[in-house]
């Protein structure tokens, strides 16, 4: 996935003029999301550490809430409470190869951290976010899944393509 989108990032550089910035408002129509519905994970493996209330799956880690998919090599689950945990998740904290997806909106970084509680996902490192035809990126990208915007930041490169193709 990070290949293909990194080839359509560079086949869109092609094609149009790049606009070069140190931060970047953003719309994310498809990431507008309800954080109150279940979270599912599947992975390799898990570790459980009742002491600290964390859990950690890694090894083709999936996780899904509603719409809104991501996928990482690890990731970190805290509960609300660390060892009188509720049982209720509080943050995630994906690691290696995160990808974010939602509708036609799709993110990638090298770690990303999700508050559930504040609907706010913060995706850091060599981040490469796609919006149908339309590239971005940056160094971090913070979204609020409630309003359905973020903020791209750390020397953001944008490239936008019309719909003549020209």
Do not use: C, W
């Not at 996780?63 to 609300?80: D, F």
């Not at 971090?140 to 309003?147: A, E, H, I, Y």
């Amino acid at each position: 996935m990070r290949r293909i989108l990194a080839g359509l990032f560079l086949l869109l550089s092609g094609l149009s003029g790049p606009a070069l910035a140190q931060g970047a408002n953003v719309a994310f129509g498809a990431l507008k999301h309800d954080s109150s519905l279940p979270v599912e994970i599947a992975a390799d493996q898990l570790q459980i550490n009742q002491e600290t209330g964390k859990a950690v799956f890694s090894g083709n880690v999936e996780v899904g809430q509603g719409e809104m998919r991501l996928a990482a090599a690890r990731v970190e689950v805290e509960y609300e409470g660390g060892e009188s945990s509720t049982g209720k998740v509080q943050r995630l904290h994906a690691t290696g190869g995160v990808t974010l997806v939602s509708g036609a909106e799709a993110a990638e970084a090298r770690e990303a951290v999700y508050t559930i509680g504040s609907s706010e996902i913060v995706m850091t490192g060599d981040v490469l976010l796609t919006q149908g035809q339309n590239a971005l990126s940056g160094q971090k990208l913070v979204v609020d899944l409630d309003k359905g915007t973020g903020v791209m930041e750390g020397r953001v490169r944008t490239i936008f393509r019309s719909d003549s193709g020209n």
